[in-house]
């Protein structure tokens, strides 16, 4: 199994064990969750409590799958697919187990032949897991307050339209972003900052900024937006051991502080109209002018009169730092390219070259997003290496030798045509006929 995709099934794992991963959860509150999760997902408490060990033991490595992986999952006939989705729709608390008990007692299906994990598998496939069935049935009401008692123990955040700015080619006006992480306990903003682009890379640019100021929470809680909702940021949290918590869909009120937040930030944009920045590190300085004190230093009504910067400080929960080769290496893609005929590969607009060994073939790029100057190769059978990029000169290079094994082998004949001869042959043998017509035509006229 590739390491991209061993990585993204442990980081579903570490998701999937979060609520058992809390701070003073007693035995009979993760029995509870033990179940809940069984039933959601489909896996026996058995396979979860196996889940928990191999995490408590090695971490996220140790929630990786094993090399040779699994047998393939066998094919549900499609008749019989068509039934379990009737049967979900039909009641849609309705577990797996009970799902092929119906099929079995119709004879739809004999009894045994129907794995659990694969008929689980095969309705995620198509949309139908208990999970995807209950964001239909989620009703629009208000949700209840909650705040957190130590600091770092949950981490909100949000994307907020900023002003334009004359940054785009010419001089254009282009809308820049306001990337928020704010603490939920201590409402001090561990990092925010203006970008130009709107993708899932300044969330994770200002994620990461946040983590090396103020060390690692334990949990973060995010909106549906794609910017937020990736397979990086499941990795990146997974590696950090941080929960990764999404706020459901078309419901604002559960992420209030940051959305009081956002208004509070109104009045600084309303302020950045007269003074009329003309690029983004202009607009980023005065934001973080204001933002220091006008609002980190401000009594907040939430804290008791004290300020946000204050009760963040005077919070005596430890921080949790991490190495910085840890924290880059969390903050780690993983992407596949083709090696092209002159043994490069393109990558982000740039080229780099990875070797005439591995022309034709696909390799992974691994990469920090927020420097590309030298990426890391890696390729089955072999130990990964770093490339920069490719410096292209003036004048043309003296092109590398190919390697021994790919270098033509010099030979005395043609084993090409010898075969050929040798099989032509074997034909003319074989098409020899058995008996001479001639030799009896002859014997006939003798004896007449």
């Known amino acids: 199994m590739k390491k991209e995709k061993a990585e993204e099934i442990a980081a579903q794992r570490v998701q999937l064990l979060s609520p058992l991963l809390a701070d003073g959860l007693d035995p009979a509150k993760a029995s509870q969750i033990k179940a809940a999760i069984s039933e959601q997902y489909g896996i026996s408490e058995r396979t979860l409590r196996r889940y928990l060990a191999r995490y408590r033991e090695a971490g996220f490595s140790g929630l990786k799958p094993k090399a040779k992986g699994r047998k393939p999952a066998i094919a549900v006939p499609e008749s019989v697919l068509e039934q379990a989705i009737l049967l979900r729709r039909e009641v849609p608390g309705r577990s797996v187990r009970q799902i092929i008990q119906i099929l079995e007692w119709e004879e739809i299906v004999k009894p045994g032949e129907l794995k659990r994990s694969t008929l689980q598998e095969k309705l995620t496939q198509r949309g139908y897991s208990s999970r995807q069935m209950r964001l239909y049935e989620t009703k629009g009401v208000a949700a209840r307050r909650f705040q957190k008692r130590r600091r770092n123990a949950l981490w909100q955040s949000d994307i907020k339209e900023g002003p334009y700015l004359p940054i785009g080619p010419g001089g254009e006006k282009k809308q820049v972003y306001l990337v928020l992480f704010e603490d939920d306990a201590t409402r001090s903003v561990m990092n925010g900052e203006f970008y130009a682009l709107f993708d899932q890379t300044i969330v994770e640019d200002c994620f990461r900024k946040a983590i090396q100021k103020y060390g690692v929470p334990e949990a973060v809680y995010f909106d549906q937006g794609k910017q937020y909702k990736t397979k990086w940021m499941a990795r990146t949290c997974s590696k950090l051991g941080i929960r990764l918590l999404f ?25 950045v109209e007269l003074e009329k920045p003309k690029t983004l590190e202009q607009l980023n300085a005065l934001f ?124 005395d004949a043609s084993r090409l045509l010898r075969g050929a001869e040798k099989q032509h042959d074997r034909r003319r043998e074989q098409q020899t006929p058995a008996i001479s017509f001639r030799a009896i035509r002859k014997e006939v006229a003798d004896d007449v």
């Not at 869909?249 to 502080?257: L, Q």
């Not at 220091?292 to 204050?310: D, F, I, M, T, V």
């Not at 992407?335 to 022309?359: P, Q, T, W």
Request: overall charge neutral; some cysteine; aromatic content about 8%.
């Open 247 to 271: 706020a459901r869909p078309y419901s604002p009120e559960s992420k209030g502080k940051v959305e009081r937040l956002n208004g509070v930030i109104e009045s600084f944009l309303g302020e």
């Open 288 to 411: 973080q002018v204001w933002l220091s004190e006008c609002y980190q230093n401000k009594p907040h009504s939430a804290l008791g009169g004290r300020s946000p910067e204050q009760a963040f400080r005077n919070d005596p929960h430890p921080l949790r730092f991490v190495e910085p080769d840890v924290l880059a290496n969390a903050f780690l893609h993983c992407e596949n390219r083709k090696v092209d005929k002159a043994g490069c590969i393109s990558f982000m607009g740039r080229k780099y070259e990875v070797g005439l060994l591995f022309i034709g073939r696909t390799v992974q790029v691994v990469y920090d997003p927020a420097d590309i100057t030298e990426v890391t190769i890696e390729y089955e059978g072999h130990e990964p290496w770093k490339v920069r990029e490719l410096v292209i000169g003036e004048r043309a290079g003296k092109r590398p030798a190919l390697p021994e094994q790919l270098q033509p082998k010099p030979a």
